[in-house]
């Protein structure tokens, strides 16, 4: 026997003389209600805690830390199933302190931003930067990198790049399989990832895929989705076997549609994700907790709506031993002030308290994390005014039309104005620019189309977050304005601008693959909110318009989208010009 298992050997016995109650337990929380999620009960009692896993639930357990949780609620840590860190524009460090405060121990991250941006370096950044860290952060392997064959990317991942990845413990499979049809139309090197992860997690992304569509989607051993927005959509999912991951993030908010579905022989097939979600709802609403709250108030029961957050996405990534307050456990717990309201009052992390009275315990957060070393400048080719022309050939134009509270667009067909030979803007009535720039080899590629929704009177805004490839994106009503905005961003080696005329309202700085700041939750929010501030004195009417902007670009998501390559058709999967002459 060697000296690795005589340590754990020894290990084990400690915890069971612990767990029988014959030596004391590090810590024990005395008296508290406790959500059993198996039962579906609330037992009053003790849990005891030795070497950051929970060893027994009674109403006698002593410990050398005993704290007094008498009328409050004990229940697991909360575990987002599906987040994109990248977008909530916080380095992982930096979103894991904002999220433990709200309850949250775990998030299944899906690094497809900055992979496509920087490849397996910027995975591996993610990786490395959340490493030692008092929260868990798993991983899944990009299966889009790029997303598409319609736009160009900082970095191109196949089969054989993927591999790498196996080896990483916190990599647990392969992430939403967004190239639908690359699955359907059988395309070998799709196919080729979801073998090589085929004896693992695979997640889906199937937005209004049905019918035998949807089967031959699953027969691949896809598994989840969270991009259902309909009742009969996410219903037909979760009969053929789906986890469905019911989404309230920032753009999209699907609980209200999709949760009267949820019922109590089938909510196991169910769970909350936040897929993108801004610092500032972060910090202003919540996270998880939020979600939580609102199904409550929606009207499912506490119980099975804190199952959704914990146990179910725990059960589902194969995470075992947690989601769930009893023997054997991780030591991941939230006490709560009342139930219903899911009123955060201490956060344990492997037992050990992290969270008390909404603040973090340990003062060493800063220390936490790697650094990042700015590139500089992005790889923007020069550019001039005129380069944002669009000439106008007569006939009607497709616009890209926003929906309101949803990722997806609309795409309509119109006349257009024009002044001695190219297209006019129309502020009056909410006609945009809009461009995508081509930003990681200075190709020189620029996407040029219009869009409907922003509502802007004068100036642009710009972002180097446009999803998938994270191309600079930019709305405006004028050319120079449009460039000067775009130029703004690639200076600053990545963020969000505004302008208006000659003169830079506000900008943010996203020095990390020009999609995250190494900066504090309490000192990014007060930067996002004054460029959002910017942008609605310019006319702006949405409240979280480089949200909004950051989605135009990805051609995965109906109907009409722009990419540096042109305009998308995403029903058809393929470039369609601006004007039907």
Not at 76 to 94: T, V
Not at 201 to 220: C, E, I, K, R
Not at 244 to 265: D, F, K, Y
Request: glycine share 10%; with cysteine; net charge negative.
């Amino acid at each position: 026997m060697n000296t690795r298992m005589k340590v754990a050997i020894e290990s084990l016995k400690q915890r069971i003389l612990a767990s029988r109650g014959e030596i004391p337990a590090d810590r024990v929380l005395k008296g508290g209600r406790v959500v059993n999620l198996f039962s579906g009960d609330i037992q009053k009692g003790d849990v005891a805690v030795w070497d950051g896993v929970i060893v027994g639930l009674g109403l006698a357990y002593h410990g050398k830390e005993e704290i007094d949780v008498s009328d409050q609620w004990i229940v697991p840590g909360l575990i987002d199933g599906h987040l994109h860190i990248e977008s909530s524009m916080l380095s992982p460090s930096r979103i894991a302190a904002a999220l433990l405060v709200h309850g949250t121990t775990a998030i299944v991250a899906d690094p497809h931003e900055i992979a496509n941006v920087m490849g397996l370096d910027g995975i591996r950044y993610m990786l490395d930067e959340s490493a030692g860290i008092p929260f868990d952060i798993f991983f899944m392997a990009p299966s889009c990198v790029p997303a598409t064959h319609l736009e160009t990317s900082g970095a191109i991942l196949a089969a054989s790049d993927l591999k790498e990845l196996l080896k990483e413990p916190r990599i647990l499979g392969l992430a939403e399989m967004m190239n639908f049809p690359g699955v359907l139309m059988g395309d070998p090197q799709v196919l080729e990832k979801i073998v090589l992860f085929q004896d693992r997690v695979v997640d889906g992304h199937s937005p209004m895929v049905t019918g035998y569509d949807l089967q031959a989607y699953l027969s691949v051993g896809i598994g989840s989705d969270h991009e259902s927005t309909l009742r009969q959509e996410a219903l037909e999912k979760m009969e053929n076997g789906m986890m469905v991951m019911i989404r309230e993030g920032t753009s999209a908010r699907n609980l209200e549609e999709l949760l009267p579905l949820v019922t109590e022989r089938n909510s196991h097939r169910f769970c909350f994700v936040s897929d993108d979600l801004h610092a500032e709802d972060i910090q202003d609403r919540g996270h998880l907790d939020f979600v939580v709250k609102k199904a409550i108030r929606s009207g499912l029961e506490p119980i099975t709506a804190i199952r959704l957050a914990t146990l179910n996405p725990a059960a589902y990534f194969g995470l075992r031993r947690r989601g769930a307050i009893a023997p054997g456990y991780r030591a991941d717990m939230v006490v709560l002030n009342d139930l219903n309201e899911f009123d955060v009052a201490a956060v344990y992390k492997d037992g050990r308290q992290v969270v008390k009275d909404g603040e973090l315990t340990d003062s060493q957060w800063d220390s936490f994390g790697v650094s990042f070393k700015p590139r500089g400048p992005l790889s923007v080719a020069p550019l001039q005014a005129d380069d944002f022309g669009i000439p106008y050939p007569g006939g009607r134009a497709r616009i890209i039309e926003l929906v309101p509270g949803q990722i997806f667009t609309r795409g309509c067909m119109e006349g257009v104005p024009s002044v001695n030979g190219f297209v006019k803007t129309d502020p009056e009535n909410d006609l945009l620019k809009l461009a995508v720039v081509e930003r990681h080899h200075a190709t020189g590629n620029i996407g040029l189309g219009l869009v409907r929704g922003f509502g802007l009177q004068k100036g642009a805004i710009a972002s180097s977050v446009a999803h998938d490839s994270h191309n600079v994106i930019v709305a405006g009503v004028t050319d120079e304005e449009i460039c000067m905005a775009v130029e703004v961003v690639r200076d600053m080696g990545g963020g969000l601008a505004v302008v208006q005329g000659h003169e830079t309202l506000s900008k943010v700085r996203l020095e990390i693959g020009g999609l995250m700041s190494a900066q504090s939750i309490e000192i990014l929010v007060p930067q996002l909110k004054a460029v959002k501030r910017a942008a609605a004195e310019i006319g702006c009417r949405l409240d979280e318009p480089f949200m909004a902007l950051s989605f135009l670009a990805l051609p995965v998501i109906p109907e009409l989208k722009l990419t540096d390559r042109g305009l998308v058709d995403v029903n058809r999967f393929e470039f369609v010009p601006l004007f039907a002459v």
